[in-house]
Structures are given as C-alpha cells and as structure tokens.
C-alpha cells in the first residue's frame, strides 16, 4: 500500500488536470472568461497559502529565480487554460506535449547538457507529430504552422512549461516546496489578470469583462480552485516518494483522461490523422520518461 499511494497521487494529479478544460468550457458558457476564470481560480490558493505560512513570502523578498518561475509558470497557465476553451482539446493537449523537444533544447541552453542522439531522437518524433496534427485534412502537404489562436497558444504554454520544470529543478535546493507552489499560482494569477486587462483595454481576442458574481459560477470557481489544490499537494506527495521517470510516465495518464474526457463530451474531434501524430508526440515523451538522457 505504501508504494500504491504515490502512485494513486500522481494519476490523481493526471485526472484534475486531464479534465481541467471541462470547468473552464463551463465558465465560459456563463459569461466568465478563461483569463479571469484563471485569475479566480489560482487567487483563492494564493490567500489560503498566505493565511497558513505567511513567513513563506520572506522567500520573494530578494531577487531569485522564484520570479522567473512566476512569469514562466504564470505563461504556461495562462496559455493552456486559454487554449483549451477556444480550441479542440485534444489538438491542443498534443501540442502542448511538444514539451520533451523544448525541454532538450532549453537543457542545452540553460544548463550546457548537450542532446545525446536518443535526444534528438525524441526530438525528431515530437517535431514530425506535431507537424502531423498541424497539418488540414485533406488539403496537401503544407509548412505546419499553426492555424489558429488556440494552436498558438498550446504551442507557447509547451515551451514555457518545458522552461517551468528546469527552473523547478534549479530552485530545488534553495527554495522551500511551498514557496515554488505559491510563486506557480501567483504567476498564473498575475499574467492571467495582466493579459485580460490589456486585452480588454484594447477591445482584442473577445475578451469580455468579469460579470456580475452570481452563485453558479462561483461554486464552479471555487470547486475547480480546490480541485487544484489537492491535486497540486497530490503532485508534491508522489514527487517525493518516486523516481522522476515513474512519475514522467504516470502523468503522461493526462492526456488519455483529457483525449476520452473531451471526445466523449464533444469538446474535441478525433481524426486518424491527429491519432498518428499524437502517437509520435507521445512516443517522445514516453522515451524522455524512461531514458536518463
């Protein structure tokens, strides 16, 4: 049982986040955003932490890599929460897992780990299953760009969550799991309330102002806040408990929770063309889950 738990904690963390688009599409439906949905969402953890540990913010009183993380992490939120309610789900989870090809890229930049070839293995796989999924049905071979806001979007929130996870590993020893938690939510609060401001002040991308607080949707605000809660203090359980590829593997769960969970909701459209690529996609990440280079 002792060994079960950790795992049971990570498929949990899979589930919340493979469903996360489902109260996002629902918000959007009563009149809320996906922007202030995320800025909602993410505030009531960010109280609750301070309310708990407030000796936990003296870690964001000197400059450190914790404001990195919160513009990172914060982008990364922003991007796919966003993404997920004005996109097809499983178009964008798929480009979102170009993640492993960013994470080989950003390692040699950041920390001088030059790509082995099994690296540029998954590097070649990611790439050609992306440009797969970014590729219109019946229309010929193209340059595959995305064709939309919502391909944009997923693509940048891949990058920026390769990015969160470096900087997770190099805040490791010096900050407090509380504090790298906290910086993570601020940041999706932080950048979800600036992009929605600023879209709002120059009438862009359809962004509607906040309505009026009704209890229906805050219900749903607050169900969602807790669900992130405990599937983040789920995360920091498993994480300490197994090894980084088991848990690499584990959450790889998330995108057959969010693939079966938005087609049987029809949220998402599944073609054999988009199955093929986020085959390859996949087969990256699971390469990047059991190989230690």
């Not at 060994?3 to 959007?28: D, E, K, R, T, Y």
């Not at 805040?171 to 609060?189: D, E």
């Not at 584990?250 to 057959?256: A, D, P, T």
């Not at 049987?264 to 599944?270: D, E, K, N, P, S």
């Amino acid at each position: 049982m002792s060994n079960l738990l950790p795992v049971l904690a990570i498929v949990f963390n899979a589930l919340v986040w493979g469903v996360s688009w489902w109260p996002f599409h629902v918000l959007q439906g009563m009149g809320v955003h996906p922007l202030w949905a995320t800025v909602l969402m993410y505030c009531v953890p960010l109280v609750g932490i301070v309310l708990v540990r407030p000796a936990m913010l003296r870690e964001f009183a000197r400059p450190s890599d914790l404001w990195a993380l919160l513009v990172v992490a914060g982008l990364t939120n922003t991007c796919f929460n966003w993404a997920i309610t004005i996109g097809d789900v499983i178009r964008v989870v798929l480009l979102f897992y170009l993640m492993p090809a960013w994470a080989v890229l950003l390692a040699w930049w950041l920390l001088g780990e030059r790509p082995t070839t099994m690296a540029i293995v998954r590097i070649v796989l990611a790439l050609a299953g992306v440009a797969l999924v970014l590729q219109p049905a019946g229309q010929g071979w193209r340059l595959p760009l995305p064709s939309g806001m919502a391909d944009g979007l997923a693509l940048v929130g891949g990058f920026m969550f390769a990015a969160t996870n470096v900087l997770l590993s190099r805040s490791a020893v010096r900050h407090s799991p509380l504090a790298r938690v906290w910086a993570m939510f601020a940041g999706g609060a932080l950048l979800g309330g600036l992009v929605a401001g600023g879209a709002l002040l120059t009438h862009r991308y359809g962004v509607t102002p906040l309505p009026p607080l009704a209890a229906q949707w805050g219900l749903v605000v607050l169900a969602a806040s807790a669900a992130f809660m405990l599937s983040n203090t789920a995360l920091q359980y498993g994480s300490a408990r197994l090894t980084a590829h088991a848990m690499s593997l584990i959450m790889l769960l998330e995108v057959v929770f969010a693939t079966t969970s938005s087609a049987w909701a029809g949220a998402a459209h599944l073609t054999a063309q988009t199955a093929l690529g986020g085959m390859l996609v996949m087969s990256a990440a699971v390469l990047a889950a059991v190989s230690a280079h």
